[in-house]
């Protein structure tokens, strides 16, 4: 019998699996498509832990071959699910045995974009200014309320710092799980990985509301949205009107710990 795995995982991405390992050890698979999946702790892992790098290590299971009810279900997978999954390994190689979906937030990314916007870049600015590689702010609606958690990233030369989150190398469940533990509900969020073509950093955007008018301005300026760069084929409605907002060229300093800007893991 196959050893097996079983636990909680978020879904980061599906593409084929980076050269991390040697040829021989992939040989068969190179053109596969696989989930990089990150698993869960049952409790919050302290970013000052010297383990805590490895506590997100990504793990890949295989994307195609499946039958029935079980295709249906891996074939449904977005990258920001969270699923409850068991996982049985043959050489090395993991394939989905059972997957279900617990939360369907959302991961976008998108490299190389135009017309960053301003909270974003004046953030940046007092970054460098005070000399830090990482920086965060709350992000407000029209109405002053918070609809968001801006955290960007140095992507220093000879660095690769939206490859790197978009592989699972570099984690941002720490940021998701901050947004989640602030909250008073079990939303799904949606969060955006970008990195613009005039400056050298990497944003992460947690948005609050997935189904907001925040995460739907987000998506359609720059081009994520439906059947897009996401390859996502489900509809969001455009949230509750004026009152949500977004505030895409101006954002408040947040006063909330919760928010501040984690150590790179």
Request: aromatic residues 8%.
């Amino acid at each position: 019998m196959n050893p097996t795995t079983s636990g909680r995982f978020r879904v980061h991405d599906r593409r084929q699996r980076p050269d991390i390992d040697d040829d021989a050890a992939r040989s068969g698979v190179d053109d596969a498509e696989e989930f990089v999946l990150v698993e869960l702790a049952d409790e919050p892992v302290d970013p000052t832990d010297p383990d805590a790098a490895d506590r997100y290590d990504p793990l890949y299971a295989t994307a195609e071959g499946y039958d029935g009810d079980l295709a249906d279900a891996v074939d449904a997978l977005r990258p920001g699910f969270v699923v409850d999954a068991t996982l049985a390994w043959t050489d090395g190689s993991a394939r989905f045995r059972e997957v279900e979906v617990v939360r369907e937030t959302r991961f976008r990314f998108a490299d190389d974009v135009e017309g960053m916007f301003e909270a974003a870049v004046e953030t940046w600015r007092q970054i460098r200014a005070d000399g830090e590689p990482v920086g965060s702010i709350t992000t407000r609606s029209n109405d002053g309320d918070p609809n968001g958690a801006l955290y960007l990233f140095a992507d220093a030369p000879g660095s690769d710092t939206f490859e790197e989150v978009r592989t699972g190398r570099l984690p941002i469940e720490p940021l998701v799980a901050r947004v989640n533990d602030s909250r008073d509900d079990d939303d799904p969020r949606e969060v955006f990985v970008l990195r613009p073509a005039e400056y050298e950093f990497v944003a992460v955007y947690v948005v609050f509301d997935r189904d907001g008018v925040l995460a739907q301005t987000v998506r359609d300026t720059y081009d994520l949205g439906v059947g897009l760069a996401a390859g996502l084929d489900a509809n969001y409605p455009d949230g509750d009107g004026g009152s949500d907002s977004p505030v895409l060229d101006d954002a408040g300093d947040s006063d909330d710990d919760d928010f501040d800007a984690l150590d790179r893991l």
